[in-house]
């Protein structure tokens, strides 16, 4: 088996919200919902 050790790793970069938002592949939150947009999404 092998062992990765903390000096073997590299340190991952931040994780901005905005990229975080990229990555689900959902719009930045406006605070805003429209008339017929699901219970879940307000």
Do not use: H, K, N, Y
Not at 15 to 34: D, I, N, Q, Y
Request: negative net charge; aromatic residues 4%.
């Amino acid at each position: 088996m092998d062992w990765q050790t903390t000096a073997d790793a590299v340190p991952a970069s931040v994780v901005s919200e905005t990229r975080a938002l990229a990555l689900l592949g959902r719009a930045p939150a406006t605070g805003a919902w429209r008339e017929g947009d699901a219970v879940g999404d307000r």
